[in-house]
């Protein structure tokens, strides 16, 4: 059988007429979230959990509609894919987000003002050198629409299963290098770009934090999209963060976004404190000169940035091939701590659980940013 993504069901959930608008139920924007997929790895089937907007609960066409949607999933994915639809109501709105992963310690988010400053790299490199520190690490890729941690870690092909524990379907993060990693890049076409809505991938989000089998873990590392978006947004209102890490390179340009970037956790509603920055691309020094430093970005920008906004700066990496390479290859440097580049990812995660330490001793926990209707 086919894999199965959440774009395959979404497109057969587009072939089925609601009477109610004479819409399809996609257009008639009755899909409460993106459907997750799972594989059961022991019966070897695939299986769907389809949540559907009805405006109340005696709609008169909601038996037909259920049916029909079902019947349109098991024609277009498969007659053997397992289909379990849930149904919400305008009329009674779900409830608000209590507190999600209880087992977690802390939760880091690593963002950037701007794409381009290899915060995915310095994400993943984090998280494997905090496992290699002895910690328990978990690593969320949220970047929906541009997801880059599966061929980081070299996964690509792999495909979460679920397994039952409490009473509920959970999806089991991959492991790897020490490491619980999920993204929707598990989930998605690697060829196929992601047309979704805003709604449809917070949705997806949301489903990756809460309904995933993370277990325990001392550190969730959250890989954030660039900029400062509706997907951070999600985030602050699902998960207590503990604090905030913030990747630039020394250019000017980076830095001016990496300023929006901090007053984005800094803002009174957020107050989500920012443990420091990492000055990522800092410098070139070529193999055959060692000793030589070449500041092709500027120089010591995110230093300067630092100082003026009273942030540490946990981390100054270098621009190294071999970054990009292992990263390419699915190896990310940080597993090598006798280089240079991996002795400097190894020294991030030392200077983050200072900071991390630190920051639990001195400040109250972090509080979900209230929904606002």
């Known amino acids: 059988m086919d894999a199965l993504y959440p774009q395959k069901i979404i497109d057969s959930l587009a072939t089925v007429m609601y009477a109610g608008t004479k819409k399809n139920l996609v257009e008639s924007e009755m899909l409460a979230d993106t459907p997750t997929v799972a594989f059961d790895r022991e019966q070897g089937f695939w299986s769907t959990k389809i949540v559907l907007l009805f405006p109340r609960d005696t709609d008169p066409f909601l038996k037909s509609t259920l049916k029909a949607a079902e019947a349109a999933v098991k024609y277009h994915c498969g007659k053997d894919v397992k289909v379990e639809i849930e149904t919400e109501f305008k009329s009674s709105p779900r409830p608000t987000v209590e507190k999600l992963l209880p087992e977690v310690e802390n939760i880091i988010a690593v963002s950037s003002g701007k794409g381009g400053v290899g915060k995915s790299t310095v994400s993943a490199n984090l998280a494997i050198a905090l496992a290699r520190l002895g910690y328990r690490v978990g690593l969320l890729d949220c970047d929906i629409f541009g997801p880059s941690m599966p061929k980081m870690f070299g996964v690509e092909d792999a495909r979460p299963y679920a397994v039952k524990k409490d009473g509920r379907d959970l999806i089991v993060p991959i492991e790897k290098y020490g490491v619980k990693l999920l993204s929707i890049g598990f989930f998605v076409s690697p060829q196929t770009a992601t047309l ?30 660039p900029g400062t978006s509706d997907i951070h947004l999600t985030l602050l209102q699902t998960l207590a963060i503990t604090g905030a890490i913030i990747v630039s390179t020394p250019q000017q340009v980076a830095l001016a976004d990496a300023r929006k970037g901090i007053d984005m956790y800094r803002n009174d509603k957020v107050d989500v404190p920012i443990l420091g920055l990492v000055e990522n691309m800092a410098w070139f020094t070529p193999a055959e000169l060692p000793e030589n430093r070449y500041f092709i970005f500027g120089r010591e920008g995110c230093k300067q940035l630092a100082e003026e906004m009273k942030v540490p700066l946990l981390a100054q990496i270098p621009i190294v091939q071999s970054i990009c390479d292992n990263g390419d290859n699915g190896t990310p440097t940080a597993l090598d701590a006798e280089t240079a580049s991996g002795q400097a990812f190894l020294s991030l995660a030392q200077s983050v659980v200072t900071v991390v330490r630190r920051r639990n001793a001195t400040q109250p926990k972090t509080k979900i940013v209230a929904t606002h209707q």
């Open 196 to 225: 979704w809505r805003g709604g449809m991938a917070t949705g997806a989000l949301k489903q990756l934090i809460a309904d995933a089998d993370w277990g325990a873990l001392d550190y969730l590392i959250l890989d954030t999209p």
